[in-house]
């Protein structure tokens, strides 16, 4: 099987509902993933974390790719950044960060509803998070409410841990959704995927996964990416990923040393 690009209607069906699977976009460096995830979990960051699970494990960490060679090289040298650009409809992909999250078998927790874009110092109507996942997964894919990215409000951040709110300033966030008991009109896509699939996503689109009930691991690489028009903002608090000593000013691009561009038409 060879690796599928992505189509027009790939690219209307993201703009459309803020979320598309493209079938094998990365089963050609699925084991270079793996291995990466493997010496990330081996040598985590500062910002690795268990997520306080009660049974099984959840691990995530993030911006490690400049420390994990397997990593470094996923961003510059396969087709995710070309991909990322034609999704957004931008003439540059920009690389904001990578994120590794790892369900071991029997790990009930789910990931909590939310959208990416309060968490990130970012914004923009062209951003893009690739979800891949390393096993296959069924019952324990990403879900995601179709449209939410066009939400005129964005929906709360909380604190994966408990439940208290991420920032300490009450701006008029949405509730967090929750389609399962209170569906309303609310469409959830989700997908059965295989290793080097991939879920391409907007930073504003809501999504969720349940815990991991199957006997097999659930590891996953994403890939954030913004373009053209994403800039920095000010958030009201530490954002995650934080950052720190950036020195950037609100309305900026994001500075290219940090966050190079690595696909461009020109």
């Given at each position: 099987?060879?690796?599928?690009?992505?189509?027009?209607?790939?690219?209307?069906?993201?703009?459309?509902?803020?979320?598309?699977?493209?079938?094998?976009?990365?089963?050609?460096?699925?084991?270079?993933?793996?291995?990466?995830?493997?010496?990330?979990?081996?040598?985590?960051?500062?910002?690795?974390?268990?997520?306080?699970?009660?049974?099984?494990r959840?691990?995530?960490?993030?911006?490690?790719?400049?420390?994990?060679?397997?990593?470094?090289?996923?961003?510059?040298?396969?087709?995710?950044?070309?991909?990322?650009?034609?999704?957004?409809?931008?003439?540059?992909?920009?690389?904001?960060?990578?994120?590794?999250?790892?369900?071991?078998?029997?790990?009930?927790?789910?990931t909590?509803?939310?959208?990416?874009?309060?968490?990130?110092?970012?914004?923009?109507?062209?951003?893009?998070?690739?979800?891949?996942?390393?096993?296959?997964?069924?019952?324990?894919?990403?879900?995601?409410?179709?449209?939410?990215?066009?939400?005129?409000?964005?929906?709360?951040?909380?604190?994966?841990?408990?439940?208290?709110?991420?920032?300490?300033?009450?701006?008029?966030?949405?509730?967090?959704p929750?389609p399962?008991?209170?569906p309303?009109?609310?469409?959830?896509?989700?997908?059965?995927?295989?290793?080097?699939?991939?879920?391409?996503?907007?930073?504003?689109?809501?999504?969720?996964?349940?815990?991991?009930?199957?006997?097999?691991r659930?590891?996953?690489?994403?890939?954030?990416?913004?373009?053209?028009?994403?800039?920095?903002?000010?958030?009201?608090?530490?954002?995650?990923?934080?950052?720190?000593?950036?020195?950037?000013?609100?309305?900026?691009?994001?500075?290219?040393?940090?966050?190079?561009?690595?696909?461009?038409?020109e």
């Amino acid at each position: 099987m060879e690796s599928q690009m992505i189509t027009d209607k790939n690219i209307e069906d993201f703009q459309r509902d803020g979320a598309v699977v493209i079938r094998g976009a990365l089963m050609d460096w699925v084991d270079t993933m793996r291995a990466g995830v493997e010496r990330n979990m081996s040598n985590p960051s500062q910002y690795a974390s268990e997520n306080a699970v009660s049974e099984g494990r959840f691990f995530d960490d993030y911006v490690n790719w400049t420390r994990i060679p397997e990593f470094e090289r996923i961003v510059r040298e396969s087709p995710v950044a070309k991909l990322a650009a034609q999704a957004m409809r931008s003439n540059t992909a920009q690389f904001f960060h990578d994120h590794v999250l790892v369900k071991e078998p029997g790990t009930p927790k789910p990931t909590p509803w939310h959208q990416d874009g309060p968490y990130y110092f970012v914004e923009g109507e062209q951003t893009a998070s690739f979800w891949i996942p390393l096993d296959p997964v069924r019952d324990n894919s990403l879900r995601f409410i179709a449209g939410s990215h066009k939400w005129d409000r964005m929906v709360r951040p909380v604190s994966w841990a408990d439940d208290s709110d991420f920032y300490e300033d009450k701006r008029d966030w949405l509730p967090v959704p929750d389609p399962d008991t209170n569906p309303g009109d609310m469409k959830v896509l989700e997908w059965e995927m295989e290793p080097g699939d991939a879920v391409i996503f907007d930073f504003r689109t809501a999504h969720g996964a349940r815990g991991n009930f199957s006997p097999n691991r659930r590891r996953a690489l994403s890939l954030r990416w913004i373009g053209d028009d994403a800039r920095y903002v000010e958030r009201p608090g530490r954002t995650s990923p934080p950052f720190p000593g950036h020195e950037m000013k609100a309305g900026h691009k994001l500075r290219e040393d940090w966050f190079p561009v690595i696909w461009s038409t020109e």
